[in-house]
């Protein structure tokens, strides 16, 4: 491992703790925005951080079974989608091991295996890829925006239209 790596694997785990400190979880799960635009990406960049610690044997047995990349942006996507739904925002705020459970979850099942598709990916499986984070990012932003009542019951109606509006500006 070369020594940025190391310096890279150390910065995720810093990362990954210091998201994981109450102050600072209070404060990003303080609004709906700052949850999903801020708290969710930042564990999975504490994920993609991470990949150099993953052994060289762990790697190549993934290798296989991520050929091109697609295998790990599927689980990625898939993952993602779970920390997305309300609910699932809802209730990683009323319930510890939920919180527990997406606080392990988006670094390991996005994060990572972002940072070992990617690489493998090629030109239309990116493409592909950035097409489907854009459509979701309308999808969700719209639906944010004009429902007329919360879909988060721990989050103001204001919030999830604000994240609505910064979604659909994403997208």
């Known amino acids: 491992m070369s020594p940025w790596q190391s310096v890279k694997t150390w910065l995720g785990l810093l990362l990954w703790l210091v998201l994981a400190l109450p102050p600072v979880r209070d404060a990003l799960e303080a609004s ?3 949850q999903m635009l801020a708290q ?3 564990l999975a960049l504490a994920g993609w951080w991470l990949q150099p610690w993953l052994p060289r044997r762990v790697d190549g047995a993934l290798a296989a079974w991520n050929l091109n990349g697609v295998s790990g942006l599927v689980l990625l996507s898939l993952a993602a989608m779970v920390w997305m739904l309300p609910r699932m925002m809802d ?3 009323e319930v510890q091991w939920v ?3 997406k606080f392990a979850s988006v670094p390991l099942l996005v994060g ?4 070992l598709s990617w690489p493998r990916a090629g030109f239309v499986v990116r493409g592909v890829f950035l097409a489907e984070v854009i459509a979701t990012a309308f999808r969700l932003g719209w639906l944010y925006h004009v429902s007329p009542q919360r879909l988060c019951s721990n989050y103001l109606l204001d919030d999830q239209q604000r994240l609505g509006e910064i ?3 994403i997208g």
């Not at 990572?112 to 940072?115: D, K």
């Open 40 to 42: 969710i990406p930042l």
């Open 99 to 101: 919180e527990t459970a």
């Open 91 to 93: 209730l990683a705020l």
């Open 112 to 115: 990572l295996p972002l940072s």
């Open 167 to 169: 979604l659909l500006a």
């Open 32 to 34: 709906m925005t700052l």
